[in-house]
């Protein structure tokens, strides 16, 4: 059973650094063709994708965040790690992680249950 | 970047009535992929490679399209499909996501 939840800090202050967390079980970050993108939803609005890191930890990133995304995994292959750098009140999101299965035209096959995250001074 | 736009925005159908959602895609892409987002819940894959259902997903569904144009079709509507679908390409990156139809039950 493939599961994903994220975890993090709920509200943070403008020019802050993000960190989340993707915890995942069902299977392993280390097996072809896994990869764990980082999408977010402001309330009210559509899906923006943000990053992934795929099983032999090649990086993608939206260009129009690059400058302040680092994904990252740990070395167990079950936690994907997401951190914004100087976040402003346009961050405000819920943020989800979902599992992708390659190869093909990737599409996420299972999704976490979603983080709120408020920056606010 | 690939640009998707949905139509309608938001529309209402009553039980019984057949409903056409459409993902319009800025480039051509190979695959349109689709999600049913309810209320205060995660997106959920609905339909996958342009018309594949996802697991569960009734087949009232069907997806269908090419290039640039994409739809997703409900033959018979039921008040549980009330939801925001959006539309998503997988063909280049960025990946990008349309913003969405809100489909209400009259």
């Known amino acids: 059973q493939v599961t994903l939840k994220e975890s993090g800090p709920g509200m943070l202050q403008p020019s802050k650094t993000l960190s989340l967390t993707c915890s995942f079980s069902?299977?392993?970050?280390?097996?072809?063709?896994?990869?764990v993108s980082w999408i977010r939803q402001p309330s009210g609005k559509s899906l923006e994708w943000l990053a992934a890191?795929?099983?032999?930890?090649?990086?993608y990133y939206n260009p129009s965040l690059k400058s302040r995304l680092t994904v990252s995994k740990d070395t167990s292959n079950t936690q994907v790690f997401l951190k914004i750098t100087s976040v402003d009140t346009a961050d405000t999101a819920t943020y989800y992680c979902?599992?992708?299965?390659?190869?093909?035209?990737?599409?996420?096959?299972?999704w976490g249950q979603g983080v709120m995250v408020t920056v606010s001074s | 970047e690939i640009v998707l736009t949905q139509s309608p925005t938001t529309m209402a159908a009553s039980p019984g009535e057949k409903v056409t959602l459409t993902c319009r895609a800025s480039?051509?892409?190979?695959?349109m992929h689709w999600y049913q987002q309810r209320s205060g819940t995660s997106p959920k894959l609905w339909i996958y490679?342009?018309?594949k259902l996802a697991s569960g997903v009734p087949n009232r569904f069907s997806g269908s399209g090419s290039g640039t144009s994409y739809s997703l079709t409900i033959n018979s509507m039921e008040t549980e499909d009330a939801a925001t679908y959006y539309c998503q390409q997988g063909s280049s990156y960025p990946l990008t996501f349309g913003s969405g139809t809100k489909l209400e039950i009259k």
């Open positions: 890191i795929d099983w032999d930890g090649d990086k």
């Open positions: 480039s051509s892409v190979s695959y």
């Open positions: 979902a599992r992708t299965l390659l190869p093909g035209y990737p599409f996420f096959d299972y």
């Open positions: 490679e342009t018309s």
């Open positions: 069902g299977f392993s970050l280390s097996t072809s063709g896994m990869v």
